[in-house]
């Protein structure tokens, strides 16, 4: 399985896991909308049937006499209601006279029972076919043959007497039972709605959440991606830069083993080719681990307070011979006041060294190198309010601007060929700024072909230490010296 594919793959299951876990949450949301918005209606749907059964409860009571034929009584209380047991003639006012405060009176209907719980009167409007004998539970749904549903409330209704004598002489703790009921039409037409909503906007959504986790998942794959490619760019790299100093170094051994013992003579050059080839590698791999130290910033030691006066005068002698047999001007313009940064100073010489060694290595005969040191005001706060600035300027061949912005890249080189002869390996520039960036600091470019180049490594400035505390990094550094 090649890398496309295998990335392609894990793009798919992580979009997957992203639609997946949105899917579980809106649909969670979207029950739990569902849920509170049926409550809540049903809840104000029961609220206002109490409402009016409550309304009539307090206008009827009143009139209703401890003793009486109740068929005479609700007659004449209630002249529209149909009497059980006799044919029923409604008139249209019934409803608009006795349900009050009812803003649909045409889904609402009344019922009345005496106290045995047996049908009295009834509003013409009910759904049929009813009970007819009461049912004292509260609360009751109903439907009717045509599928239509019905919330149906009772309560008990008081007459004016707080215990009432019936005609047969026993006391009976209520006068009767009204029952208010109303058509779930509505309600029920409303969660058809709210479920066709969710039915047809859930999918919608998750095809949605489905694109975008398609498209986040490439963006969250992207930075793996560009690493992984990074990765076995510089694992073919690396092996490319091994393989040829471990085949020299091989065959020169074979050599070295195959030479007669007329020939021993010889066996002191080829054991030089070894020892050069073996220090080629042994530095390419120190680098390497210099440079992974310095990504993963796992170096175990404290930074110090380091004067790159007396570093950079001290890398200008050292350089000067190498520059000399070159014929190269290698001068250093340097403050009289010192400057202080806070780092690893050997990290420091190496990050120095590196740039001045390849504008040596890239000026041609005659040319010149200048190495400044200036400070400047900075606003990068918090690690001081001045920069120190280590220029390198040289009158070499230039870097064409096409390149520049792959020249601090692992065992990149512009010009090949020269480097593998003077033994380069690609990995100074992108150690030299590993080390800025480990010291809080950045280094910049400046090159046009044929005139030269300018290298500036900027480093936030310490004042002169007076109590040398170590610290781990520059912010503690401040922390602990001020």
């Known amino acids: 399985m090649n890398s496309q594919q295998l990335f392609r793959r894990s793009r798919t299951r992580l979009a997957l896991w992203y639609a997946g876990v949105m899917a579980g949450i809106l649909g969670l949301a979207g029950l739990g909308i569902y849920r509170a918005l049926i409550q809540a209606n049903s809840a104000a749907l029961e609220r206002e049937i109490e409402s009016i059964a409550g309304t009539l409860h307090d206008s009827l009571e009143p009139m209703l ?8 009584v609700l007659q004449q209380i209630f002249p529209d209601l149909c009497v059980a047991g006799q044919v029923c003639a409604p008139q249209p006012t019934v409803i608009q006279r006795h349900t009050i405060g009812i803003s649909d009176r045409s889904s609402y209907y009344i019922r009345l029972f005496d106290h045995h719980g047996d049908l009295l009167a009834f509003s013409p409007n009910q759904p049929l076919p009813l009970p007819q004998t009461v049912n004292p539970a509260p609360w009751q749904t109903l439907q009717s043959d045509s599928g239509t549903r019905y919330r149906q409330f009772t309560t008990i209704l008081h007459s004016a007497d707080a215990h009432p004598t019936s005609t047969d002489g026993h006391n009976h703790p209520s006068w009767g039972y009204m029952q208010i009921g109303r058509t779930l039409a509505p309600f029920d037409a409303e969660v058809r709605r709210i479920r066709w909503i969710l039915t047809v906007g859930l999918p919608i959504a998750l095809g949605l959440v489905a694109a975008s986790s398609w498209g986040l998942a490439g963006l969250a794959m992207q930075p793996i991606y560009q690493s992984y490619q990074r990765q076995q760019q510089f694992t073919a790299d690396a092996a490319h830069e091994l393989r040829s100093p471990l085949a020299s170094l091989l065959a020169t051994v074979e050599a070295i083993l195959r030479l007669p013992p007329a020939q021993q003579q010889d066996v002191s050059p080829m054991l030089q080719t070894v020892e050069r080839q073996g220090r080629r590698l042994s530095h390419l791999v120190a680098d390497l681990l210099l440079l992974t130290s310095l990504e993963q910033d796992t170096s175990p030691k404290s930074f110090k307070p380091c004067c790159l006066n007396d570093l950079i005068a001290d890398l200008t002698e050292e350089f000067s011979e190498l520059a000399a047999a070159s014929d ?55 690690y001081g309010d001045r920069m120190a600035i280590i220029a390198v300027k040289d009158t070499g061949i230039g870097i064409p601007a096409a390149e520049q912005s792959r020249i601090f890249e692992r065992f990149y080189r512009v010009d090949s060929d020269r480097s593998r002869k003077t033994g380069g390996t690609g990995l100074g520039l992108a150690i030299a700024k590993a080390i800025a960036q480990h010291h809080k600091g950045h280094l910049t470019i400046k090159s046009d072909v044929g005139q030269g180049s300018i290298f500036s490594v900027y480093q936030p400035v310490i004042h002169p230490p007076v109590v040398r505390l170590e610290a781990q990094n520059p912010q503690d550094y401040y922390e602990l010296n001020g």
């Open 328 to 382: 190269i001007h290698l001068a250093h313009h340097l403050p009289d006041a010192e400057i202080y940064v806070l780092g690893h100073e050997s990290q420091l010489y190496r990050l120095v060294s590196n740039l001045m060694a390849n504008a040596i290595q890239y000026t041609s005969p005659g040319g010149s190198v200048l190495v400044s040191l200036e400070a400047r005001d900075s606003f990068a706060k918090p």
């Open 65 to 72: 006499p401890p003793s009486a034929d109740p068929t005479v």
